[in-house]
Each structure stands twice: as C-alpha cells, then as structure tokens.
C-alpha cells in the first residue's frame, strides 16, 4: 500500500533553534519527493523537490535529504524564525504525473 | 502570490444549498486539481483536469460537479452537502510536460456545511 508517513505530529521549538522532519515512505515506483511549507490558512508552497539519484537539497535555511535506499526523508531548519512556524508536508509521486501520495504533516510552532 | 487563486475564501450553506467554488490560475499550466483537506488527515485528491479533460475521479460522492471549460479555470459545483463535507478545498495547477510536475496551490476555500 502506498503510503506517507510523517513524524513528529507537532513540535514545539524556541526561535533560533534547529529542527528535523521526518518523513517515511512505501510509494512505488518513486519518482520524486518534495517537501510542502502550509501557513495557516493558505496553499501549500513548494520548498524542496528531490529526485532518485539526490540525496540533498537546500533552499536558504530549509535542507532536505533523501535515502531512497530506506525510503527515508528528512526535512532539517535551521537558526528557525517565527515565520517558520506552519505545517510541513511530505509528497511523494509516481512515475504519472497525478499520482502524489501527501503525508499528514507536521505542524511546527516557533515561539519567541 | 503564487499564480493561483480560489474564490470565495470562505463559504457557509446549508445542507439544502447550492453553490459554486472557482479557481483561475495564471500561469498557463495546462493541468488543474481539486483537493479536499480535513484537520489532521493527509489532502485527498478529488480531481485532476489535464487539457481541459478529467482524467481522474478518486471516487467523489456526485454531491461533488467539477467542471472545466477552459485550462485557466476550474470550479467545483456543490449540493446537498453534508456536515462532513466541511473542510478546506484547494485548487492547484502544473505544467504537465514537465518532469517534476510541481504543483502550485491557491490559497483554498473554508468551507463549512451547517
């Protein structure tokens, strides 16, 4: 069965700390994995996107790592801002273009 | 902004009502989606457009009506809804040619179903 899975559920961290998602998978044949930031009340926005053969990617202070071998994500922030605080989504996709498997997301909450 | 827009933002009706959900993208993407996100639960895909056509129906009850008449705008046409149906609905689009097919979602629409 394909499924996404994501971890913690919610996390609470102090402004300028670092943190880790996490993000496991059973989606087959892989395609690509990308990692969604939803604020409250709005669309989710594209962050990273990683493809078989990557095994990181940056976008300012957000970096995702890939294992395809363990089929295991990672999503790492650091020095994290008040801004950061959203839901942090997972999706994995198949070789067709529709196929997105969404994970349930973690919801993050900087506090000053 | 991210090029994709959903009107209203937030929408009230009765289980007996009849009401419409619209989205216009603006980035000349030729595939659109409708998402159905309910609290702690991963989106559901509803449905997918690509040219105008649907080419997928992830078993939506028929109180759901998408509809596309051109790649720049979708709707989603609701009645007789129920109490469960209240959730957050996104609309997205993607360049289907592409390879990574990323999606780009508009800011969806609170709906709540009394």
């Known amino acids: 069965k394909n499924q996404v899975e994501q971890s913690p559920q919610s996390l609470i961290i102090l402004e300028g700390k670092n943190c880790t998602l996490q993000?496991?998978?059973?989606?087959?044949?892989?395609?690509?994995l990308r990692w969604y930031k939803q604020d409250t009340g709005r669309g989710p926005v594209s962050l990273t996107i990683?493809?078989?053969?990557?095994n990181t990617k940056s976008n300012g202070r957000y970096t995702a790592t890939l294992d395809a071998d363990t089929k295991q994500s990672s999503l790492h922030i650091t020095a994290s801002q008040l801004s950061d605080s959203a839901s942090y989504i997972c999706?994995?996709?198949?070789?067709?273009?529709?196929?997105?498997?969404f994970g349930s997301g973690t919801k993050l909450n900087v506090k000053p | 902004e991210t090029g994709v827009t959903q009107t209203p933002r937030h929408l009230v009706m009765g289980m007996t009502n009849k009401k419409s959900l619209k989205c216009e993208q603006h980035?000349?993407?030729?595939?659109m989606y409708w998402y159905k996100q309910s609290a702690k639960k991963p989106l559901e895909l509803m449905f997918v457009?690509?040219?105008?056509?649907?080419?997928e129906n992830n078993s939506v009850p028929s109180r759901f009506s998408p509809e596309c008449p051109n790649s720049s705008h979708l709707f989603l046409h609701l009645h007789t809804l129920q109490p469960e149906d209240s959730a957050l609905y996104l609309c997205?689009?993607?360049?289907?040619?592409?390879?990574?097919?990323?999606?780009?979602f508009g800011p969806g629409t609170r709906l709540t179903v009394l």
């Open positions: 997205a689009s993607s360049q289907e040619s592409t390879d990574t097919h990323t999606q780009y």
């Open positions: 457009y690509s040219l105008e056509e649907r080419v």
């Open positions: 993000c496991n998978y059973t989606v087959s044949p892989f395609s690509n």
């Open positions: 980035l000349g993407h030729n595939a």
């Open positions: 990683m493809t078989f053969s990557e």
């Open positions: 999706v994995v996709s198949v070789g067709n273009f529709n196929k997105f498997y």
